[in-house]
Nanobody, 125 residues
Framework: QLQLVESGGGLVQAGDSLRLSCAAS????????MGWFRQAPGQEREFVAA????????YYADSVKGRFTISRDNAKNTVYLQMNILKPEDTAVYYC??????????????????WGKGTLVTVSS
């Protein structure tokens, strides 16, 4: 079992930055690929970023590549999403996700093993 709790969301202006955090409970954090999905109102949940067990491999959606950076600290059981140059279209609820297997940009939400409850990011123009 893995419990995930996101934090760091909020209301910002276009061009600003935010850092999301996801704290995980459980001793096996380092054995999970970790990542982020987001869901805007009326839209499906979509992949944002993922990171491998040790952090050596990262994956990004094309829409955030070059602006967002995912990282993890296995000693703190935490994964981060640094979001820079935010745009109004980044507005969504951001969900932390954990997957026992490989988790890449091709991973669909149905394949995720554990989810957080989400944190809202609102970017005003």
């Amino acid at each position: 079992q893995l419990q995930l709790v996101e934090s760091g969301g909020g209301l910002v202006q276009a061009g600003d930055s935010l850092r999301l955090s996801c704290a995980a409970s459980g001793r096996t954090f380092s054995s999970y690929y970790m990542g982020w999905f987001r869901q805007a109102p009326g839209q499906e949940r979509e992949f944002v970023a993922a990171i491998s067990w040790g952090g050596g491999s990262t994956y990004y959606a094309d829409s955030v590549k070059g602006r967002f950076t995912i990282s993890r600290d296995n000693a703190k059981n935490t994964v981060y999403l640094q979001m820079n140059i935010l745009k109004p279209e980044d507005t969504a609820v951001y969900y932390c996700a954990a997957e026992r297997g490989v988790f890449t940009s091709a991973t669909v939400p149905e394949a995720i093993d554990y989810w957080g409850k989400g944190t809202l990011v609102t970017v005003s123009s």
